[in-house]
Structure formats: structure tokens, C-alpha cells
């Protein structure tokens, strides 16, 4: 199928409207992603004919739900090439998959001593919770330094990998400068010491194919409201045997096998880690927002997304007084910048009053930002719904921004 930006653009009715009397101008999408029709329809048609709780009634409609929901979790699996649908545990998110991960594996697992191992690049989500469960445990957390381009460096990265690292935590795409990590051999490397790895997939499920068994990883986390499905749903991939050994993380309903004053036992995986009613009609809609993905072709959104990525990254070269934050060699369509003398959120203030939404902050990587010694950026974060024009539109207001402070 070729690419038709206008067509795919008719596909999400918010891209439509005016914001400050202009037609939006969406560049936040590593924030959120719009939602298409089909992705609303879902969720509208779940509730309007299906609605029903899971795996607890013989009546249709529930049946019908636990057939939906299920079909959700193997749309997900095959997205991400997964060996098998039980390992897909539906969740809130990146966040909540991450403190999954280190709460029911990592407190259980860590003694005194043993070692996380993360980078300079994480989100906030791939740092707090290994700092929890490090006090938790006695645990020491490991950084990884990364270079200027904002590349995680390798050779450090081997030396603080050793027989202690028992856990690595990396993100496949940096949320901050868009820098794709070399995650499978990052996995690997790890693996040769005996560590287990978990890569925080937030900002890599919408813009580069993810193959959980080519990367070969113990653990992958992510969020649906990334991949244009709703807010409030997300994944964590584990390996079958893995998630099976491991402890359950909430306890509840659902989760059980049999329940008895005297003990408990619990349901086989993915049920054994999702206590409680899920939240059905958005596993569904990220089923749709996923088979919609397929439909558009993954390969002819990565190609798009990268022509607007030289487009963008090309004039920002060119614009006098910005600075690239981010440069690594191999990026998705993230493109984070300071402008000389003027504050980030003042940038992001008068872009918004010209219909532009980008986000200006530190995105959740104080040490990131610390590192480029900036407090923070202005960040335009493009999907395959944008336009060459928009990007214009960018540049032409940033002008407007640096005469408004002369
Ligand atoms: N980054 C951003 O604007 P949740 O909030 O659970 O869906 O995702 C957390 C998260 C974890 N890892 C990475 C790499 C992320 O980018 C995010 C979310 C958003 O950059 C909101 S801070």
C-alpha cells in the first residue's frame, strides 16, 4: 500500500479542528498519540453491544467480552512476535509493566549487593521504581553514561556488566532525544553475565519493529496510548518460564486458582498477574489501533516518519540559535532543541498560541537533562499523520518566537 498522508490524516477526527484559530498542529506525540476512527469505534461498539465482565460468566455477552479481550492479547503477541499469548499481561502501562517487573521479580530475586544495571537515557519510570526496590532489597542501582549525541556508550556499558548484574533495564527508544539503543546486543551482552532484561518499549512500539524473539529479552513494557489506542492500557511481554516462576504482583480476584483461609493458590499465567476486573474495552481498542498499524504497513510508517525526521532535523541545522538536544546516528522522528537565551516553556507558550503542540520540560529525565547541563527542552515529536507543511509551520513560528525576543 502506498502512502497517503491526507487519507491517513482524515483517519483521526481531533487532527480536524482549530486550536487558538488555527488548524492543530499536533507535534507531541511522544507525550500521546491521537486516536483514529477505528480505534474509537472499538472502544464505542464495546460498550454499546459487549460490554460484560471476563472469564467469570456463562452468559453471552461475557463470553463474548473474554473472546474480545483475548483476541486483544493475541493481536498483541503477534505485534511484537511473542512466542505465545500468555505471555502478554495486560496492564495500565509502561509504568505500572516496569514496577510489575521489579516488585514481583526484583524484590523477590535481589540480594545485598547485586546490581541493576540501567542508562543515562531512562525515563523516570526505568529509574524510581529499581531505586524502590534497591532499598527494598539492598540491591546497588548502575548507570550507563551515554556520549554527546546522547548514544549509550558500549565499552562502558560491558565494563559495569559482571557476574553481580542481575537485572538490565534499558529503553529500546530514548522519550527525550529519540535515540534507537542497540537493544539485542545490549541483551545479549547482558545475558552472557547472567542477568535478565527487561527494555522499556514505551516510545519504540509506534516507530520501529519490535521482534521480542530476535531481541531476545526477558521483559518488554508499553503503553497503548503511544500506539494511537486509549489511555490506560498497556502490555508487559515476559518469557513464558520467567513469568510463570515468578510471584504474583497484586492479589485478587481473577488471579486465583482456589482461594482458602489457609492458603491460596494462584491462576496460570497471564491471569496470575492481573488481579481484578481489567479494563476490557481498552485492551480492545489497542487491538484495533494495532491491527490498524498493520494495515498502514509498519515498514511505509518508519520510512514516512524518517523523511519528516531529515525534513525537521535539516532546518533545525540550518536555524540559527538552536540546538539540537540529541544527535545520535540512529533516531526515531524526535527532535529536541534549546534556543539561545530564550526558556523552553516560554517557546512552547507562543507555539501554542500559533496551534502548535509540542512539550517543553525536562519529559521525566531530570538526569538527562542534567547531563546536557539544560533544564529543558522544547521537544516536537512527529507521527505518521504529519506533514512536511507542518514542519514549515514549526520553523516559521520559531522565527516569530526569537523576534518576539530580540
Ligand atoms: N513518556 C513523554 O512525554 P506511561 O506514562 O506509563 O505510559 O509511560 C511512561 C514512560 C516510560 N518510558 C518512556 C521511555 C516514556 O517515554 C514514558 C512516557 C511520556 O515522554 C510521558 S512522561
Known amino acids: 500500500m502506498s502512502f497517503n498522508v491526507d487519507k491517513i490524516r482524515a483517519d483521526f477526527p481531533i487532527l480536524q479542528q482549530q486550536v487558538n484559530g488555527k488548524l492543530l498542529v499536533y507535534l507531541d506525540n511522544a507525550a500521546t498519540t491521537q486516536k483514529p476512527k477505528v480505534v474509537l469505534d472499538a472502544l464505542i461498539n464495546y460498550y454499546q453491544t459487549t460490554n460484560s465482565n471476563v472469564h467469570r460468566g456463562v452468559h453471552t455477552l461475557s463470553m463474548q467480552a473474554t473472546d474480545a479481550y483475548e483476541a486483544a492479547r493475541t493481536t498483541c503477541q503477534k505485534f511484537i512476535n511473542a512466542t505465545e499469548a500468555r505471555e502478554i499481561i495486560f496492564c495500565r502501562g509502561t509504568t505500572e509493566a516496569i514496577n510489575l517487573v521489579a516488585q514481583a521479580y526484583g524484590r523477590n530475586t535481589l540480594k545485598t549487593g547485586d546490581e541493576i544495571l540501567i542508562s543515562q537515557l531512562e525515563h523516570h519510570s526505568n529509574i524510581v521504581p529499581w531505586q524502590l526496590v534497591c532499598e527494598q532489597t539492598g540491591a546497588i542501582l548502575k548507570v550507563a553514561p551515554i556520549n554527546e549525541q546522547g548514544e549509550i556508550m558500549m565499552s562502558e556499558y560491558q565494563t559495569l556488566l559482571s557476574s553481580k548484574t542481575k537485572i538490565v533495564a534499558i529503553n529500546h527508544v530514548s522519550n527525550s532525544l529519540g535515540t534507537i539503543n542497540p537493544v539485542k546486543e545490549m541483551t545479549m551482552m547482558a545475558h552472557a553475565v547472567g542477568a535478565k532484561v527487561l527494555i522499556d ?172 547541563k539544560v533544564p529543558a527542552t522544547v521537544r516536537a515529536s512527529m507521527a505518521f499523520y504529519n506533514t512536511k507543511q507542518e514542519i514549515d509551520e514549526l520553523f516559521c513560528a520559531l522565527r516569530k518566537v526569537q523576534e518576539m525576543f530580540e
Request: charged share 15%.
Open 201 to 372: 518499549g514505551a516510545q519504540a512500539l509506534a516507530h520501529v519493529n519490535v521482534d521480542v524473539q530476535d531481541i531476545n529479552c526477558d521483559f518488554y513494557a508499553a503503553s497503548g496510548h503511544k500506539v494511537y489506542a486509549p489511555m490506560g492500557i498497556g502490555f508487559l511481554y515476559g518469557k513464558a518460564a520467567i513469568l510463570e516462576a515468578m510471584q504474583p504482583y497484586q492479589a485478587g480476584g481473577e488471579m486465583i486458582q482456589t482461594v482458602s483461609f489457609l492458603k491460596s493458590t494462584y491462576a496460570p499465567i497471564p491471569q496470575k498477574f492481573e488481579a481484578g476486573t481489567p479494563n476490557v474495552g481498552d485492551a480492545i481498542a489497542l487491538g484495533a489501533a494495532l491491527t490498524y498499524l498493520t494495515k498502514i504497513g509498519r515498514e511505509n510508517i518508519h520510512h514516512y516518519e524518517h523523511e519528516l525526521l531529515d525534513y525537521a532535523t535539516q532546518q533545525a541545522d540550518n536555524f540559527p540559535g538552536l540546538r539540537i538536544i540529541g544527535t545520535a546516528k540512529d533516531k526515531i522522528s524526535i527532535l529536541a532543541f534549546v534556543l539561545d537565551g530564550i526558556h523552553p516553556h516560554d517557546v512552547g507558550t507562543i507555539l501554542d498560541h500559533e496551534g502548535i503542540a509540542v512539550r517543553t520540560g525536562h519529559h521525566c529525565t531530570m538526569p538527562l537533562m542534567e547531563f546536557f
